[in-house]
């Protein structure tokens, strides 16, 4: 078997087990690119995310799975099947839209019973159908209300019951927690991978903030420019990023600029100039070229306060005065249960980091306009090549 | 002690008193006095000799005026029919449809709104008289329709130019929605879009029929010699004399256009509680 062949098999392998199959996927207003040659595929029962900044091509995406928007290139295969004939309103996907599109002048039995009226459900099988819609997210007495005598969560659990009733293979969610309050949100979010487990099918959600998508989801697509810059799981996302893009986006994250000066099977070192004198030790190859530019990246909670000593605090299994830097506290931010310190290294560099508040007695360690060392272990910096 | 004034509580001093005072008079007093002198009996319509119904008999006994008045019904509820297609079709193609010339459409729509009437007229008779003329053996209600047509033409941009406003407050979501859950592009219009650009045809519509049902200066010009509108007979009637029977007619079209914008409202507002 020559290597197309087996790219081919590949193919051909995930999508049968795949309900959801993006070919090649690109979409384009005369120069502007929406979607860039994407290609994915998504397990059934999976909740995807497809998380991005605005204007990285993840609605767009949504929205050409749904039939609303036509793909300049590429194939969609729902379930195996190729939707490019297929209008929106015989796809076995639905949708809840970020404005939710609740109808206003229809009830909420209405609004739920609506595509199955379409369909031709009789009337019977219809109320009991649209009953257990509104059961499942707990708006079953509120049936006769009219859209306008709902809060916003509410009317979001409309618009979710409306498409769930359809039975749906996927249901693709556009923004579905941005125009909630943010503890609303919270408990939203909770309730939909609820939803999710109970009702077993597949949800695709788009959505700009990291939280929710770490929070919810199985397995997140971070998209940039119109393309996929990263797809895992949110912890390989968030402690395996693969590039400065996804480390940035995901969480915060503290970077240096640096060049590689040693590459080891077991170990490597990075020059960062805003951390001279010490150098960046990591206990594992980058393979990556000697001498050529690289970007470490580590997160806030990675990073240890030391008080200030002569000496550089020792990290264990490191070299003496590396992953180490000196530095002014310049600002606390006491949040309960952690609180972020940002740091002005010698060079001006400002840095975040985060440290829990385990005792009651913990944010009075460190206070402002102290001198402290700042430390990291060799497993906490990404290095970045990209 | 009078109250203290709020900064924006104009409404409480004399002089804006005064103002609303003069507005409504100067609106309102002719109306009112027409509709007293309609019941004076008295022939020459100067000063007060009592009250009477005899020019209401006299009225309903006319019958040239009485066809007058079907005439002019008739053609009012075609106008407002036709008027209301075209016109929300008009609506509907400069809001979702993006095309080379779509301004110079939209500038040929809104025409007839500012062209003033007696060019409109004019140019209708010359359009009915020489490039397409029009008939009048026709039986009825077909010989009104160059009038209904000339009344179309000046009514259709009103209905557009309201249901346009009311569509460009329309979340295409809902629309989109519909296509989601399985409707096609007719149910979707018919279920979403449709009930959200209610309101405006029911305006648009009100303001059609009594465009049209008021109309004179076009209707003079379009209309052969053998029909005539309401607007046009109380105008003949007036050549002649001042006399109460124009009160009269005049009243009963200020009632007519009363009982209707009631029925409007009523409709409206039972549709309004038909959600609640």
Same mark, same amino acid.
């Given at each position: 078997m020559n290597a197309v062949d087996q790219t081919l098999a590949k193919d051909a392998e995930a999508t049968a087990k795949s309900i959801i199959s993006f070919r090649n996927i690109s979409k384009r207003w005369g120069s502007t690119?929406?979607? $860039?040659n994407v290609s994915l595929d998504i397990m059934p029962g999976e909740f995807f995310a497809l998380l991005g900044?605005?204007?990285?091509?993840k609605t767009t995406l949504l929205r050409i799975l749904a039939g609303l928007e036509v793909p300049t290139e590429g194939r969609i295969l729902i379930d195996g099947q190729d939707?490019?004939?297929?209008p929106p309103n015989r796809r076995a996907v639905n949708m809840v839209f970020q404005s939710y599109a609740? !109808?206003?002048?229809?009830t909420v039995a209405d609004n739920v019973a609506y595509g199955l009226k379409i369909e031709g459900v009789p009337q019977p099988e219809r109320d009991r159908r649209v009953q257990e819609a509104l059961d499942l997210v707990q708006l079953?007495?509120?049936?006769?209300?009219?859209? /306008?005598?709902?809060?916003g969560g509410q009317r979001q659990r409309v618009a979710l019951a409306r498409a769930l009733v359809k039975k749906p293979k996927v249901l693709l969610l556009d923004?579905?927690?941005?125009?909630?309050d943010a503890k609303l949100r919270e408990a939203m979010r909770f309730e939909l991978s609820q939803l999710q487990q109970k009702v077993g099918i597949t949800f695709i959600m788009v959505t700009h903030d990291q939280t929710e998508a770490l929070a919810i989801a199985c397995r997140v697509a971070v998209m940039n420019k119109g393309s996929i810059a990263q797809l895992g799981t949110p912890s390989d996302l968030y402690e !395996?990023?693969?590039s400065r893009f996804v480390a940035d986006f995901i969480g915060s994250v503290n970077m240096f600029e640096g060049t590689l000066i040693d590459d080891k099977p077991d170990e490597a070192l990075v020059a960062c100039p805003e951390l001279e004198p010490h150098r960046v030790y990591v206990?594992?190859?980058?393979?990556g070229k000697e001498a050529s530019s690289v970007w470490v990246a580590i997160r806030p909670e990675k990073m240890t306060l030391h008080k200030d000593a002569d000496t550089p605090p020792s990290v264990p299994e490191?070299?003496?005065?590396?992953n180490v830097a000196k530095g002014e506290i310049k600002d606390i931010s006491y949040l309960g249960d952690i609180s972020i310190y940002h740091i002005v290294l010698a060079n001006g560099r400002l840095i975040r980091i985060s440290r829990p508040n385990?005792?009651? !007695? /913990?944010? $009075?360690d460190f206070s402002e306009g102290e001198t402290v060392w700042v430390s990291w272990d060799g497993s906490s910096p990404v290095v970045l090549q990209s | 002690m009078a109250l203290r004034r709020a900064?924006?509580?104009?409404?409480?001093t004399w002089q804006m008193r005064a103002w609303l005072f003069g507005v409504f008079f100067f609106l309102y007093a002719p109306l009112v006095a027409l509709i007293v002198f #309609?019941?004076?009996? #008295?022939?020459?319509?100067?000063v007060w000799r009592g009250f009477t119904l005899n020019y209401y008999h006299k009225l309903f006994n006319d019958q040239v005026l009485m066809i007058a008045f079907a005439n002019s019904l008739t053609i009012a509820f075609f106008a407002t029919i036709i008027s209301l297609a075209i016109g929300a079709l008009a609506a509907i193609l400069l809001w979702r449809y993006r095309f080379t010339g779509k301004t110079a459409v939209e500038g040929a729509f809104t025409l007839p709104l500012v062209v003033p009437e007696i060019c409109m007229g004019v140019s209708m008779l010359l359009f009915f008289t020489r490039v397409i003329p029009w008939p009048?053996?026709?039986?009825w209600p077909l010989s009104l329709g160059s009038i209904i047509i000339a009344h179309v033409s000046f009514c259709f941009p009103f209905v557009a130019l309201v249901v346009g406003a009311r569509l460009a407050?329309?979340?295409k979501e809902q629309e989109e929605a519909a296509r989601d859950l399985g409707a096609n592009d007719w149910q979707a219009f018919r279920d979403v879009l449709l009930p959200h650009m209610r309101p405006a045809l029911i305006a648009g519509g009100l303001l059609a029929f009594t465009l049209s049902l008021d109309d004179f200066v076009i209707t003079f010009f379009t209309s052969g010699p053998d029909t005539i509108t309401f607007p046009v007979k109380v105008y003949s009637m007036l050549r002649f004399s001042v006399n109460p029977e124009v009160n009269a007619a005049s009243t009963m079209l200020i009632l007519l256009t009363i009982v209707l914008m009631i029925v409007m409202m009523v409709m409206q507002s039972r549709a309004q509680k038909g959600k609640g």
């Open positions: 690119v929406g979607v $860039d900044p605005s204007g990285c091509g939707m490019a004939e297929i609740v !109808f206003p002048h229809m079953g007495q509120l049936g006769a209300r009219m859209p /306008d005598q709902l809060s923004e579905p927690l941005s125009a909630l !395996f990023p693969a206990p594992h190859a980058v393979l490191c070299p003496a005065a590396h385990r005792s009651r !007695f /913990d944010q $009075d | 900064p924006l509580e104009y409404n409480r #309609s019941f004076n009996d #008295s022939k020459r319509n100067i009048n053996y026709l039986m407050g329309f979340n």
